[in-house]
């Protein structure tokens, strides 16, 4: 049974950074793209960066680059989204997600896989 748990959500002011991390388990991690989107209150889910595992290869929205990088730990089953210099506007649930295929994921946004998702609030 796939598991992708969400930790490290939480309150920050603007500015301010968060490190979010999502475990994954029963999962082929290595050849899979993963990635990290948001949904805010009355607005539809967005993709925020995503990963493919086997290189490292990266993609982001345009709204995350210069401020967010996404990375993993092939050995601890692990994916990091490092969020700098966090905006009201990055408020939201923030989802890891995974799929064998970047269409899947960063095109359709209909990844097989979700996680349950960690909140994060960006306000003064």
């Known amino acids: 049974q796939v598991q992708l748990v969400e930790s490290g959500g939480g309150s920050v002011q603007p500015g301010g950074s968060l490190i979010l991390s999502c475990v994954v388990s029963?999962?082929?991690?290595?050849?899979?793209?993963m990635g990290w989107f948001r949904q805010a209150p009355g607005k539809e889910r967005e993709g925020v960066a995503a990963?493919?595992?086997?290189?490292?290869?990266?993609y982001y929205a345009d709204s995350a680059k210069g401020r967010f990088t996404i990375s993993r730990d092939n050995d601890k089953y692990t994916l990091y989204l490092q969020m700098n210099n966090l905006k009201a506007e990055d408020t939201g649930m923030y989802y890891c997600?995974?799929?064998?295929?970047?269409?899947?994921?960063?095109?359709?946004?209909?990844?097989?896989?979700w996680g349950q998702g960690t909140q994060v609030t960006v306000s003064s």
């Open positions: 997600a995974a799929d064998q295929k970047y269409t899947s994921l960063w095109v359709r946004h209909s990844p097989n896989y």
């Open positions: 029963g999962y082929t991690f290595r050849t899979s793209y």
């Open positions: 990963i493919y595992l086997g290189n490292g290869f990266t």
